[in-house]
């Protein structure tokens, strides 16, 4: 059962970003200090990428984990009520998201996901940005 009414609900839910984030701006912010020059959510690639850094040819999705349905991580679990609505909303969520991955992939984009548990636990946030920084300079040195 809710503890909060639907009018609280719905307030509270429609305050809720879908772009500039918490989680993306602490990595825009890591990545800006290292150096790094980026573009945010370019509506030409699929998917809006949160972070296009065209230089290196890669782009970063910066995932929450209830939207985006992580799997084995203790910040993703369905809501008790209107459990079916979750689920089917989730797994599209999914599919979507696997699927415009495929896309910028066939465009010779190197996808990376962070998911917002890696970097909002304490003492892992670093650790994160430093295997992303080695992703996104590992692709260039493909190229």
Not at 31 to 40: A, N, P, T, W
Not at 69 to 78: D, F, S
Request: aromatic share 12%; charged share 30%; net charge positive.
């Amino acid at each position: 059962m809710d503890k909060l009414t639907p009018g609280r609900r719905s307030w509270n839910m429609s305050r809720i970003r879908s772009k500039d984030t918490k989680p993306e701006e602490l990595v825009r912010n890591y990545l800006f200090l290292q150096g790094f020059r980026y573009r945010k959510n370019d509506k030409h690639l699929p998917g809006k990428p949160d972070i296009v850094l065209p230089k290196y040819k890669a782009v970063v999705f910066v995932n929450g984990c209830f939207w985006h349905g992580h799997t084995n991580c203790i910040e993703y679990r369905l809501p008790k009520t209107n459990t079916e609505f979750w689920a089917e909303k989730t797994n599209n969520n999914i599919l979507r998201d696997q699927e415009n991955y495929k896309k910028l992939q066939e465009l010779g984009w190197k996808v990376i996901v962070v998911w917002e548990c890696e970097i909002t636990v304490k003492g892992k946030f670093i650790e994160r940005m430093q295997i992303l920084i080695n992703d996104i300079k590992k692709f260039r040195s493909l190229n």
